[in-house]
């Protein structure tokens, strides 16, 4: 299945419907956009990110554009905003497995871990 990802809203209690995502490769200091989407009713993408035949080894970034979605859904945020772009940086070390990852967030706070 190669590389996914899935964003809850953990303020409304659902998928976070509508959030704009950018992936990108890495390599130190240097980064590569990859694609850049937008979450479907399900909080996810349409589609893997890459599949097993194209994921490759190597480091990765997902930026997710927490403020414009919160915001969106007409929550109020003070300026500076405390999120508003969550950047999460991780290594994919076997391309023959999935790799998940999925956010749980809200205006204030996120966790992520490596999902199934």
């Given at each position: 299945?190669?590389?996914?990802?899935?964003?809850?809203?953990t303020?409304?209690g659902?998928?976070?419907v509508?959030m704009?995502?950018?992936?990108?490769t890495t390599?130190?200091?240097?980064?590569?956009?990859?694609?850049?989407f937008?979450?479907?009713?399900d909080g996810?993408?349409?589609?893997?990110l890459?599949d097993?035949?194209?994921?490759?080894?190597?480091?990765?970034?997902?930026?997710?554009?927490?403020?414009?979605?919160f915001?969106g859904?007409?929550?109020?945020l003070?300026?500076p905003?405390f999120?508003?772009?969550v950047?999460l940086d991780f290594g994919?070390?076997?391309?023959?497995?999935h790799?998940h990852?999925?956010l749980?967030v809200?205006?204030w706070?996120?966790?992520?871990?490596?999902?199934?």
């Amino acid at each position: 299945m190669g590389l996914s990802t899935h964003v809850l809203d953990t303020m409304h209690g659902g998928p976070a419907v509508g959030m704009a995502v950018e992936l990108y490769t890495t390599d130190g200091e240097n980064t590569n956009l990859v694609k850049r989407f937008v979450l479907n009713a399900d909080g996810r993408t349409d589609a893997p990110l890459y599949d097993n035949n194209s994921l490759k080894k190597g480091t990765y970034r997902l930026v997710f554009d927490v403020a414009a979605y919160f915001r969106g859904r007409g929550v109020t945020l003070p300026e500076p905003n405390f999120l508003n772009k969550v950047s999460l940086d991780f290594g994919v070390a076997a391309v023959d497995q999935h790799y998940h990852v999925p956010l749980l967030v809200s205006p204030w706070s996120y966790s992520t871990y490596r999902g199934s």
